[in-house]
């Protein structure tokens, strides 16, 4: 093994909601259609042998 690289990016790491599902369809109430900000994780390893 000549190199390993790990990495890690996310976007909206601070998005707290204390809803468990949300059905994007319908929104937040029946008059809105708005979807809820995504946190997104995105974990990696690279290796070079």
Do not use: C, H, I
Request: proline share 4%; glycine share 6%.
């Amino acid at each position: 093994m000549q190199r390993l690289r790990a990495y890690f990016s996310g976007q909206n790491l601070l998005t707290f909601s204390k809803m468990k599902f949300m059905d994007p369809e319908v929104g937040y109430t029946d008059l809105e259609t708005a979807y809820p900000n995504q946190k997104v994780m995105v974990f990696g390893l690279n290796v070079t042998f």
